[in-house]
């Protein structure tokens, strides 16, 4: 058997994992000095606490006995995790690896973040169930990372502000000239600013529509995620638009978990897909 394995941060739903034969680990938030599990936690209580409190969450990678329980199974496994960029999964999952006794565990670093690793892992799934062999997962998704699109359009840069992303100026002028910035993951698995969107909340989706428009006809339609902070008017919106502007086989809308959430703040939301 082989298992294909990823974290909570790739924000697919359980449904999602279940219907394809996944399982994810659960990345640690800290709130009112309180741990929980990434999935334990709801958006409305995570950002009510911002709100009460003024302090942003702190999150942690899952320990190294937290990967080796995780890893101890029969059969091949392939795990993909949270970009080694921005986090210290990848290497608690790399020194949790060494002490597992199975040469046939793979780890990929996806180089990306949220529902961009949840493709990824959503393609190794596809490729298994197509007969594929472990090693032509691993070279396909290895080849596959640095075509992932992920952008995502955040609503307020006080949780930017708060996370030591951005300046107190910043911030300030952000606020009063409705600058809209539009984040998104690098090849090198790091995050940089696509677009600074000034007006209103719709213009700002709109540019994350012309980007995939832009991405035309290179885009692999076979499914394309809207992924948010709790904004289900503008996900709709984006749905539909998405499904006008191509043939995609799945539109798929998740909530983002409480982890990505915490470094991105509320009615952030994502347009995620793959280019070939």
């Known amino acids: 058997m082989l298992n294909i394995l990823t974290d909570s941060c790739a924000d697919l ?3 999602l994992l279940t219907t394809h034969q996944l399982e994810a680990i659960p990345l640690h938030v800290l709130v009112n000095e309180k741990d929980h599990l990434d999935n334990e936690l709801t958006l409305s209580q995570l950002f009510s606490s911002v709100d009460q409190t003024g302090e942003l969450p702190k999150t942690a990678a899952p320990s190294l006995k ?11 496994v392939i795990y993909l995790g949270l970009s080694s960029r921005l986090s210290a999964t990848m290497q608690n999952a790399e020194l949790a690896g060494k002490q597992v006794n199975n040469d046939q565990l793979y ?6 973040l949220s529902t961009g690793i949840g493709l990824l892992a959503l393609k190794a799934a596809d490729l298994r169930d197509e ?3 472990q090693a032509e997962i691993v070279q396909a998704i290895n080849a596959m990372r640095k075509k992932v699109k992920t952008a995502f359009v955040i609503d307020t840069m006080d949780y930017l502000y708060k996370g030591g992303r951005c300046t107190a100026l910043q911030a300030i002028f952000g606020s009063m000239l409705k600058i809209r910035p539009v984040i998104h993951v690098r090849e090198d698995g790091t995050l940089g600013v696509l677009d600074k969107v000034r007006g209103s ?3 700002a989706l709109d540019s994350l529509l012309k980007n995939f428009e832009r991405d ?5 339609l076979t499914r394309v995620f809207v992924t948010h902070t709790g904004c289900n008017e503008d996900a709709a919106y984006l749905v539909e638009n998405l499904k006008n502007l191509a ?6 809308t998740t909530l983002a978990g409480a982890t990505i959430a915490s470094h991105c703040g509320p009615n952030t939301i994502g ?6």
């Open 201 to 203: 909340r719709k213009k």
């Open 271 to 276: 347009v995620l897909y793959i280019t070939q």
């Open 247 to 252: 043939p995609v086989k799945e539109v798929l």
């Open 13 to 15: 739903s359980q449904l």
């Open 66 to 76: 937290e990967f080796i329980d995780f890893f101890d199974r029969e059969g091949n």
């Open 107 to 112: 780890l990929i670093d996806s180089l990306n």
């Open 216 to 220: 035309l006809p290179n885009v692999d």
């Open 131 to 133: 007969g594929k062999s």
